[in-house]
């Protein structure tokens, strides 16, 4: 238990949702590049259609989404089973961290995937050219040319997916199951102050997300103004 | 003459109850939102008013409420945060009272009727059981006490997934997600929500008592069709409602 200013808060939400969030934005980055590396180079009429499908959690209200992860991935679902086929003991993915991770990484992924592909569409063809004339390989174009000049696409990303997922809430309400030390992240821990007249600990807590929060994204943006990559 | 007038004119002429027809707002505790529904349209039916409910958690409600909200009457799902309104003057003088006691049902989806729930609890052959969080809704601590009564609340606190209501706590076992869960009877006296396997009417001496009480805020203080709605739902007919709906009505 912390005590700030004679509050006493429980620190554990704070630990989960920086595990959760840090997670998530691992993963989408990790999944968003090959999606927004594709999306950015595509020049089929059906780009309109994928780019709408990566935008649809924007329009979702997150309950829903999670209502709809809910029943998906319920421990008679199809989810489930494939799990336990795989070698999961039951499959069930509700009520876990692995399951928060899912929820959000969907709840995030246009938030990761937008300005990864805003940055890949920067990036000159005929550098991508005259690099593979030079037999550079498939890593070796990633690290030494794409990455380093969409720097600011993957700060961008990760901090959108990470600030966002910290926020989560109502994704985090349904598929979580409110589990102290587990799933009980600190949007629910607030409204569960909230909802029981403890409004000292709603506050404190409250002001320690936005003190944080802040903080992170202030050092982010100002990373971003060193990294101010021109090209060509 | 624009159209809205045109339209707002002719209702006017056609129903001559709307010249004294009035319309209440009402915030009610999710739990109590199905039923107040059903007391609303028959009190519409009697009078001619309209009444416009808004459901929520009751924390929620309390805080809109003191800030402001436009409600006329209040329908908790507990009575800290009604005294607390009362104690800041938020409220109609003398208008709280009990309108309703919860009872608390332990739904089990997967188990045949005649099964003793107690046995079930006990082998605790399941991976999860849902209740409503005990920080944010007062049938989550009835659920504890329950436990706590049978001497398996620690044993089965690991197997705890909590909703943030009632509602929610319904949800979880709905979707299979949780293979049982502590809600309130308004779901498990109604078969459109609970209709496989079995419940458990808890007994009433296994936990404090669900008490939810009303208050008539004070916007509404002078307002005789808020007084109508409480000498209604306070009614024969009223109380006949809200029992069906899986609640008791103390005298």
Known sequence: MWHIFGVEIDPNPIWTTLSVALTTTLVLLIIGVPIAWKLARMTSRWKVLFEALVALPLVLPPTVLGFYLLISMNPNGMVAETLRFLGHPDGQLTFTFVGLVVGSVFYSLPFAVQPLMHAFEQVPQALLDAAKTMRANTASLFWQVILPLSRRGFLTAATLAFAHTVGEFGVVLMVGGNIPGETRMVSIAIFDHVESLEYAQAHVLSLIMLIFSFAVLLSVYGLNRKFDVKVG | ?251
Request: no cysteine; hydrophobic share 40%.
């Open chain 2, 1 to 251: 003459m624009t159209l809205k007038s045109l339209l707002a004119a002719s209702i006017v002429a056609l129903t001559p109850m709307s010249v004294l027809a009035d319309e209440l707002k009402i915030a009610v505790a999710a739990n109590f939102l199905k039923t107040i529904e059903t007391l609303s349209q028959g009190f519409e039916k009697q009078t001619g008013n309209t009444i416009k409910v808004s459901g929520g958690p009751t924390g929620k409600l309390y805080a809109q409420i003191e800030n402001g909200a436009p409600f006329d009457i209040f329908f908790s799902a507990d009575q800290k945060s009604t005294k607390k309104l009362e104690d800041d003057g938020k409220i109609k003088a003398g208008s709280r009272f009990i309108y309703a006691q919860g009872r608390l049902s332990l739904w089990m989806p997967n188990v045949p009727a005649g099964v003793e729930a107690a046995d079930v609890l006990k082998k605790g052959d399941f991976k999860h059981i849902a209740l409503a969080n005990p920080k944010a809704a007062p049938y989550g601590v009835a659920a504890e006490q329950t436990l706590d009564k049978l001497g398996l609340l620690e044993t089965l606190r690991p197997k705890f997934v909590m909703g943030e209501n009632i509602g929610q706590t319904y949800q979880f076992v709905a979707t299979g997600n949780a293979q049982m869960g502590f809600v309130a009877h308004s779901y498990t006296v109604d078969p459109k929500h609970v209709n496989t396997g079995s419940y458990w009417l808890v007994p009433l001496s296994y936990h404090s008592p669900l008490d939810q009480d009303v208050v008539v805020l004070k916007k509404a203080e002078n307002s005789k069709t808020a007084q109508a709605f409480i000498d209604y739902v306070r009614s024969a007919e009223g109380k006949k409602i809200i029992e069906a709906s899986g609640y008791t009505v103390p005298n």
